[in-house]
């Protein structure tokens, strides 16, 4: 009878650390099968494709220019598109994503007229170190998911800045006789939000 109850003695935390051990692996279990994400849904991009917002690609050419940009008029009219050194580039409104494609539009405001650079880059990289030279010593200042470089002088008598997109190939430079308008004019510009950028925005 001692035997046997020593045997129950042996067996019982045994039997408790098995039962322990059977729950936290059954609760690991689940917990990485809630980890697992399902399929990402589909959205609609800006050129109407149905696909995951990964998925989604950069806006090209001038029709991607002016989803990004819609106060460029349509077909760019009035505009004058400006070629780029060293990077491709072609003024046919057909860029592709490997290409670079920007165009100069002056835009009326406040009894003067301001003069609107709109930039599609070759890629985020090439726009982001081409606007951090054109504003060297310039501190960008952080603008929802854009970088604002304000020059702190003019330059051949224009007051320039430049708001780049950090995580897209886009960005557009204001010039204009005076800081006031140079602000004023990046205060009314419209522009995409940086997530709507490849995504149209629901509904």
Not at 36 to 59: K, L
Request: hydrophobic fraction near 40%; proline fraction near 7%; charged fraction near 25%.
């Amino acid at each position: 009878m001692l035997k046997r109850w020593r045997a129950v003695i042996v067996l019982l935390p045994l039997l408790v650390g098995i039962g322990v051990a059977a729950s936290i692996g059954a609760s690991m279990l689940w917990a990485d099968d809630a980890d697992e994400a399902g399929p990402e849904p589909d959205v609609t991009c800006w050129d109407r494709s149905v696909a995951p917002a990964s998925e989604c690609s950069e806006p090209t050419g001038l029709v991607g220019l002016r989803w990004v940009y819609p106060g460029i008029p349509a077909r760019a009219a009035g505009c004058t598109p400006e070629g780029r050194t060293g990077e491709r580039g072609r003024e046919d409104g057909q860029a592709g994503a490997g290409d670079t494609l920007a165009y100069v539009c002056p835009l009326p405001l406040g009894g003067d007229e301001v003069r609107l650079l709109y930039t599609r880059h070759a890629t985020t990289e090439a726009g982001l170190e081409r606007t951090a030279r054109r504003h060297e010593g310039v501190e960008p200042e952080e603008d929802a998911g854009r970088l604002v470089y304000r020059g702190a002088r003019p330059e051949r008598g224009r007051w320039s800045l430049t708001a780049v997109y950090a995580d897209h190939p886009f960005s557009v430079t204001v010039e204009a006789a005076t800081a006031r308008l140079r602000d004023l004019a990046l205060s009314e510009l419209v522009s995409r939000a940086p997530d709507d950028v490849t995504v149209r925005p629901a509904g």
